[in-house]
């Protein structure tokens, strides 16, 4: 029985780190794609030198060439420009658009089964380009964004209290930008309501920080943007469609009505299988959550408005 078959399009920061923690969890064989070369060409030697200490026997390899994604189950997008100190998700939407365009011909050609994960910002109109273009069905494209948020939100609760993030439960809606939606009612912390145990004040502010967490790591790195954890969500959500593990995982999903919200990608509790998103998961929020997704939304409404130009080209 062959390995399934992984591609990293775009072989920066994230794409070397998801092509080695896929390797470690021995999800399948690698391939890293990037315009740059001797980038994938390196980075591949580089890991594939150290499966023997690692113990793992997948075959690694690094191209400049699309076609080389031939027939891969899996397929996790990172190509783009990353953020710059003082720049915002939504200012990277001309240029990565173009970029976008591209590998979602490329991976509509050379991949038409795979299972699409798009990480590139901005994130909400990147994902939405990569499904018109693919003509995909809306199970197998899917953003990576809520994995990450919520981690994060999981990981400044835990901080506040001292305690293990595997204590902690939380999870953030909408889009990916600096209006996502943190759900305070449904941050537990070994199953007791956060709200129990930080006042509203601070829990505001461990929120903001969750809004804000991807533009703090840009201003401490100054060249380039997070890479250890996004590519960790990613694999999480690959993991549970290569495995057919059914996690309920927020994700930016293709919604039909769900939420009050047709025909655009928006972060939200999905299950994922072997049928890629299964099905959407729909939770309550308190009013004042539902105004504050709906403002997101509007957001992300917005971001695929201004996209439609550079994909057709005016």
């Known amino acids: 029985m062959s390995r399934p078959k992984l591609a990293m399009i ?27 070369d001797g980038l994938p060409q390196g980075k591949a030697l580089d890991l594939l030198e150290s499966g023997p200490i690692e113990g793992f026997d997948a075959q690694v390899s690094g191209t400049t060439n699309l076609a080389d994604i031939a027939g891969a189950d899996v397929c996790i997008v990172t190509a783009g420009l990353p953020r710059r100190p003082g720049m915002s998700r939504d200012d990277l939407l001309s240029t990565n658009v173009k970029i976008m365009k591209g590998v979602a ?13 798009v990480i590139t910002n901005p994130l909400d109109a ?22 990450l948020d919520s981690a994060r939100y999981r990981t400044f609760v835990a901080m506040e209290l001292g305690v293990s993030v595997q204590s902690v439960s939380a999870i953030v809606l909408g889009g990916h930008g600096d209006d996502m939606v ?10 007791v309501p956060v709200e129990r145990l930080i006042k509203p004040d601070r829990l505001d502010q461990i929120e903001s920080r969750v809004r804000n967490a991807g533009g703090e790591i840009v201003n401490l790195l100054k060249t380039g943007s997070a890479f250890y954890s996004p590519a960790s969500a990613a694999i999480r959500m690959a993991e549970s469609y290569l495995f057919d593990k059914k996690e309920i995982l927020p994700c930016a999903a293709l919604l039909e009505g769900e939420y009050g919200v047709k025909g655009f990608y928006v972060g939200v ?13 729909e939770v309550d929020l308190s009013p004042a959550e539902r105004k504050a997704l709906e403002g997101s939304v509007a957001h992300v409404r917005e971001l695929v408005e201004a996209s439609e130009k550079f994909v057709s080209g005016s």
């Open 10 to 36: 775009g072989a920066g920061a994230i794409g070397g780190t998801l092509a080695h923690l896929a390797l470690l969890k021995r999800l399948g064989d690698v391939v890293l794609y990037d315009v740059v």
């Open 126 to 147: 990147m994902v939405t380009v990569m499904k018109r273009i693919t003509g995909f069905p809306k199970q197998r494209v899917v953003g990576q964004a809520g994995v």
């Open 105 to 117: 011909e490329g991976i509509k050609q050379h991949a038409p089964k795979a299972f699409v994960v």
């Open 182 to 191: 943190p759900v305070r009612s449904l941050c537990h912390v070994g199953g």
């Open 269 to 281: 509790p999905v299950q994922i299988g072997g049928g890629g998103v299964e099905k959407v998961i």
